[in-house]
């Protein structure tokens, strides 16, 4: 799970919240407005059934309408392979600590002082996504709209390893190779991706970086993915969260009681 | 990132699970080879993974970290999930509780998304079987494969297992090959056979032996021929333009130039005669048994 502010989760667990995207295609943000039809699509495993050694590639969708650039071409703005990253955000109304002390009166004469919430409209930090590459695109000239294909960086995993001289004869390490795989397609390791095994990869001659890193996850129980961040990330089987039975919100938040979670039995 | 779990509750439009299919039992990783490093038994889920760099200790550790885990399908529409949400988190629903596996979202004012740990049947069979399809499409995938394959200009076969051998028949010519590689080929210009010929007998006209790179022998148990007569020099000094001749009725050399020739028997000699019929050029030496013996004169006539 991605890391998100104490605003986010407060605005989440209100229940009350609304999302609201942007896109940012080569540098260019587009708004709402500008946005139709966005969708992101991802998997773990290669096919309908639970696996291992799997990379999926996860892809994107989305449609640019006339408003964002009037009287050009806007296929011919965005280059080939352009970079695109889809970005979230939920806004509510949270309580505004800073104004909850009010005043009134309830008759004539009769003054009351008394705590009122009250609420204040804000929204909380950007999420970033999904990182993805212009795979291919739809112009419709006539209503000025672009369709735009997105896959993620495991796409660039499908090519041959770079050839190397330096590979040591008893193979390299699968972190090193997993880190050097990350850097090839432009990607960094996600922290959380553990290789504490330790296993001697061979110079691999004739595979793809992907197949390799297929390979590496199978030996660990798991599939590799990209993260919504854009990092490269091995997602094991083993690596589920363990079940539990706290006590919790309607929207996921831990109902506590003296600071402590309440389990449920 | 961290691994961490959604909580969906009712906030789900639809949510259809399967059984748990039970613990991971089993991990087969196969090499290249179609080595199976196999860890574990039956009584559970089996993986599969494809890995060149595999070993039974490897295969054991996979199945080791998987030890008491258990894969639960279901398909999840609509769930209000954070988006902070990523693959591979854990989800509960309802008491429901399995992993984000596949993740679809088509953005709007909510944050809702498609989830699920797919399968792909939401029967898991209890009693392990293999119906007779899939096992003739293994069969076929895994043990051998054939084809038939007719073309405008073209037909052949082949069958392929651990090897592979095809013919082809073409508009001016016939091929069969073994691995990729033709070891007989039938054209207007006759029959090409690379590699052994194995048969009972062979009636032919002139029989020529070697060609480029090959040691020019004819090996066999007997030799029987008429005669032969050595069309080539042999190299080294004095044994040019010469020859020898083997016959049913003896053994003779057949010098150019005598002068120059030396004749050695590696074996004791036991003949009632040695004979020289020549006019000009006389041995000078015959060497019996390391014993040199001077040639003083040959009667002529």
């Given at each position: ?10 605005i ?45 590639v ?5 449609t640019?309408?006339?408003?964002t650039?009037?009287g ?84 660039f ?16 390490r ?17 922290s ?25 996850g ?40 003296g ?7 | ?28 990783l ?16 089996t ?70 740990a ?18 003739k ?12 394959v007719q ?6 076969a ?53 060609g ?12 029987r ?52 019929q ?24």
């Open positions: 799970m991605q890391n998100t502010s104490e605003l986010f989760k407060t989440w667990n209100s229940g009350n919240y609304e999302s609201e995207i942007k896109a940012v295609i080569n540098g260019v943000e587009y708004f709402e407005n500008q946005l139709m039809d966005v969708s992101i699509k991802r998997e773990l495993f290669g096919g309908n059934n639970v696996t291992i050694g799997s990379t999926c996860a892809s994107c969708s989305l640019l309408t006339s408003d650039m009037t050009r071409d806007i296929s011919a703005q965005i280059p080939r392979g352009a970079r695109i990253e889809i970005w979230e955000r939920i806004s509510g109304e949270v309580m505004d600590t800073s104004r909850n002390a009010v005043a009134g009166t309830a008759k004539p004469g009769i003054a009351i002082v008394g705590i009122a919430a009250e609420y204040k409209a804000t929204h909380s930090e950007w999420l970033l996504q999904g990182v993805f590459f212009v795979d291919c695109r739809d112009y419709t000239s006539w209503e000025s709209r672009l369709v735009l294909e997105g896959v993620d960086a495991m796409i995993a499908d090519a041959d390893y770079p050839g190397e001289d330096t590979w040591p004869e008893n193979g390299k699968d972190i090193d190779v997993a880190r050097q795989i990350a850097g090839y397609i432009n990607v960094s390791l996600d959380g991706t553990k290789l504490g095994n330790n296993y001697r990869i061979p110079i691999p001659l004739s595979y793809t970086m992907r197949e390799v890193l297929g390979f590496i199978a030996m660990y129980g798991g599939n590799w993915v990209i993260t919504k961040e854009g990092k490269l990330s091995l997602i094991t089987l083993a690596g589920l969260p363990e079940e539990t039975n706290f006590l919790v919100t309607n929207y996921g938040s831990p109902i506590k009681f600071g402590d979670r309440i389990l449920v039995s | 990132m961290s691994r961490e779990k959604v909580f969906v509750g009712q906030s789900i439009q639809q949510l259809s699970s399967s059984p748990d299919w039970g613990s991971y039992s089993k991990v087969i196969i090499t290249d080879e179609g080595e199976g490093y196999v860890a574990g038994d039956d009584n559970g889920l993986l599969e993974a494809e890995c060149p760099y595999a070993s039974q200790a490897i295969a054991d550790a996979v199945l080791a970290n998987l030890q008491g885990k258990s894969y639960k399908p279901y398909d999840g529409s609509s769930a209000y999930i954070t988006p902070a949400a990523e693959i591979g988190d854990g989800m509960t629903s309802d008491g429901f509780y399995s992993g984000i596996y596949s993740l679809s979202r088509k953005f709007s004012k909510v944050s809702a998304a498609d989830i699920a797919p399968s792909d049947t939401e029967v898991q069979h209890e009693i392990q079987y293999e119906p007779q399809s899939e096992r499409f293994t069969r076929k995938m895994k043990e051998i494969s054939s084809a038939l073309k405008v200009d073209s037909i052949s082949w069958v392929q297992g651990d090897q592979k051998f095809e013919w082809s028949l073409m508009e001016d010519c016939m091929e069969w090959k073994a691995n990729n590689r033709t070891v007989m080929k039938i054209s207007s210009a006759g029959l090409e056979v690379t590699g052994s010929i194995k048969t009972g007998s062979i009636f032919t006209g002139d029989l020529y032996v070697g480029a790179g090959e040691t020019n022998k004819i090996s066999a148990s007997t030799l021929t008429g005669a032969q007569w050595p069309t080539s020099s042999y190299g080294g000094t004095g044994y040019t333009n010469g020859g020898y001749s083997l016959t049913g009725g003896g053994f003779g050399f057949n010098f150019n130039n005598m002068q120059y020739a030396d004749v050695y028997y590696a074996q004791p000699i036991n003949a009632s005669s040695f004979r020289y020549g006019t000009q050029y006389i041995p000078r030496n015959i060497v019996v048994s390391g014993v040199t013996y001077t040639v003083l004169a040959v009667p002529t006539g």
